[in-house]
């Protein structure tokens, strides 16, 4: 009996599985031939007695394998086998080309004991009678139909051929629609996620968890290229960033892979290894790896790594045409941030010679804005903002004073008293500052602590008298350090004041000059950095990225 067929290993069979069941109560059981006429499955309901006209001494290979077709120019032929017994045979025809036979049993007359059927049982060890009796039982085609039934089975299996083509080739289509989906939705997010102001760390973080997730690869990875001062091309010899499943350490990836790598980027374009021969004897840990160069006009940056596939398959062009793409986004993303970084660098330098131009105007005031921005900073980490709001809150500290550019010098350096009319003056420079950054678009945001640095928390301060939460943060936040770096510092009206005797004026003004809560934060921060800087007029801690 062969019965094992399913609709998964044949799919010629699976529209015949469907329509054997529709057939059957009627009478009409179905089988299917290979190509060379051998019996490649049968209804495994159909009769004993029906299936010995298929499986008998003269099997169906007899009327169709060595002939080629069971009748030369039939649609189908029907075959002698038991008086009472029809046997039809239609071709699977596809393109010219037979890929099968269906064959359609059905009883159209009384069985007897012929001579066919006797020598039929007898070779099963079965008993004549008995066949013939179960045969009976059988529903019986009209004969005048059985021709015609026949016909309609083939139309029937073509057209559900048909149907299950047009549905396998809507789910190939869907899939590839999903997998172009996916990748369309991958280069938004980068597209949306490549900000001048984010690490490059970070970014390249998020690719290559979306890289890895949509081409299931087990790791992927980016190595970052430096220039060496004497070397002529950069050096790839870290991994910035790795995501997935790899045993190996960033160091000895980068070691064992080095050699095609370097291939790599000597040809320029994205290089597939899937042969495990292939990659260096250290390379344990990879079976198959591409290799996607990172660069941007005849720059090198880096290298994009795709190591292996989580289902052990090779790696394919649609692999590639991903990696290829993700990597070119990569290196417009790498030569926008060091251009950035370059023209940040340029920036930064601007302001702080700004800034020390301001407190040159002062002998007694070096450094002032530095410290000032730095104490800022930290009270704002303290207080809980966020890692960009900090660098906000220090850029604006570091500029916190530039307004006194419009104030004489003779005012800001006089020894004694102020009058009334040079006070007013020196008051005056918080709105200038605001005036002189006010048209830079990437300062806007910094513009309160500039402008607000001086009110106070009991509405007593100045430019415009406001009070407790009306004043923004960040100009409360600059208050409180500002005051302290003039206190803690020698000016020309007084000397520095010990570093507990200006920490318990900020305690006492808690609630009056400054709001309480920061004040609170304030005074329980470790300002041993900063009594170095007092001393030696340096900064606390190294200058920092700040996003503009």
Request: negative net charge.
């Amino acid at each position: 009996m062969h019965t094992a067929l399913t609709v998964k290993n044949s799919p010629t069979a699976a529209p015949l599985l469907r329509l054997a069941e529709r057939w059957r109560p009627a009478g009409v059981y179905l089988a299917l031939l290979e190509p060379g006429g051998a019996v490649q499955w049968i209804d495994p309901q159909m009769p004993r007695a029906m299936n010995l006209c298929l499986t008998g001494d003269r099997t169906l290979a007899d009327y169709v394998g060595r002939r080629g077709h069971p009748a030369a120019g039939a649609p189908h032929a029907v075959l002698p086998v038991v008086p009472g017994v029809q046997v039809h045979v239609l071709p699977v025809q596809r393109r010219r080309k037979i890929h099968g036979w269906i064959v359609a049993v059905m009883r159209t007359d009384m069985v007897r004991a012929s001579e066919e059927l006797q020598r039929l049982a007898g070779r099963a060890q079965l008993d004549t009678w008995a066949v013939a009796q179960q045969m009976v039982r059988v529903p019986q085609v009209p004969e005048a139909s059985a021709a015609a039934l026949a016909g309609l089975v083939g139309q029937m299996y073509d057209d559900l051929a048909l149907a299950g083509t047009a549905t396998q080739e809507l789910s190939g289509v869907t899939e590839q629609l999903t997998a172009v989906y996916e990748e369309i939705s991958l280069f938004y997010k980068i597209s949306s996620g490549m900000r001048f102001s984010q690490k490059p760390d970070a970014f390249l973080e998020n690719v290559c968890r979306e890289v890895q997730e949509i081409g299931s690869f087990g790791a992927v990875g980016v190595a970052l290229a430096r220039q060496e001062e004497d070397a002529a091309e950069p050096v790839i010899d870290e991994m910035a960033v790795l995501v997935g499943s790899c045993p190996a350490p960033r160091h000895e990836i980068m070691a064992a892979l080095h050699g095609p790598i370097a291939a790599a980027l000597l040809a320029g374009e994205t290089q597939i290894h899937n042969d495990r021969r292939d990659l260096p004897p250290g390379a344990t840990f990879a079976r198959r790896l591409a290799c996607v160069p990172l660069i941007r006009d005849k720059r090198i940056l880096g290298a994009l790594l795709a190591l292996d596939k989580q289902s052990d398959a090779e790696l394919n062009s649609a692999d590639l045409k991903l990696l290829s793409n993700v990597g070119n986004q990569c290196s417009i993303f790498l030569e926008n941030a060091s251009l950035y970084q370059d023209m940040q660098g340029l920036l930064m330098g601007v302001l702080h010679a700004l800034t020390r131009s301001i407190d040159a105007k002062d002998a007694y005031t070096r450094g002032h804005s530095q410290r000032v921005a730095e104490l800022s900073r930290t009270l704002a980490r303290r207080a809980g903002l966020s890692d960009e709001q900090c660098e906000r809150v220090y850029l604006s500290g570091l500029l916190h004073d530039v307004g006194k550019i419009g104030v004489p010098e003779t005012v800001l350096t006089k020894p004694g008293r102020l009058t009334d009319a040079e006070f007013e003056a020196i008051k005056k420079h918080p709105t200038i500052g605001a005036q002189i950054l006010g048209n830079i678009k990437q300062l806007q945001d910094i513009l309160p602590g500039v402008l607000y640095h001086h009110e106070r928390w009991d509405g007593r301060g100045y430019p415009y008298n406001l009070a407790g939460e009306d004043i923004p943060l960040m100009g409360r936040i600059i208050c409180v350090a500002d005051s302290f770096d003039a206190m803690s510092s020698t000016r020309t009206y007084r000397p520095a004041l010990p570093l507990e005797t200006v920490l318990n004026e900020i305690r006492r003004c808690a609630g009056a000059q400054f709001d309480p809560n920061l004040a609170r934060l304030f005074v329980a921060l470790d300002f041993s950095p900063y009594r170095r800087a007092i001393e030696e007029h340096v900064p606390i801690i190294p200058m920092v990225e700040i996003a503009i």
